[in-house]
């Protein structure tokens, strides 16, 4: 299944939390903001961003795939930019992607919550 088809599940988890002002990379939500690689013009744009405790936090689909890298980068810039601004980045795993999720995080080091979705 493609990652897309999981967003929703995220909006609807992010809701349920209390997250306020969500933007989400889906038809009929505001697109959250891109953040470009300067080294090779690489966009990154989450998949959906909520204000929770007054911080935006980042909200990623993570599912299994070959092509690892350009997540991971993807991941370690979202935490960064979370961290700087006292915000958290949390992995949205589905059914099947949770262990997937989890030994990346700790491969990796990402500062990441993740968490399970169904």
């Known amino acids: 299944m493609e990652k897309e088809a999981f967003i929703p599940l995220v909006v609807k988890w992010a809701k349920s939390h209390g997250f306020k002002e969500i933007q989400a990379n889906m038809e009929g939500y505001e697109t959250p903001k891109s953040y470009e690689r300067a080294a090779d013009n690489t966009r990154f744009t989450p998949d959906v961003t909520g204000v929770n405790m007054f911080n935006r936090h980042y909200l990623e689909v993570c599912i299994k795939t070959d092509q ?18 006292g915000a958290k980045l949390y992995l949205m795993a589905p ?12 491969q990796y080091n990402i500062p990441a919550e993740v968490v399970k979705i169904d």
């Open 68 to 85: 690892m890298r350009g997540h991971i980068s993807k991941w370690k810039l979202l935490s960064e930019l979370a961290g700087m601004k």
């Open 95 to 106: 059914r099947g992607h949770v262990r997937f999720a989890r030994e990346a995080v700790d």
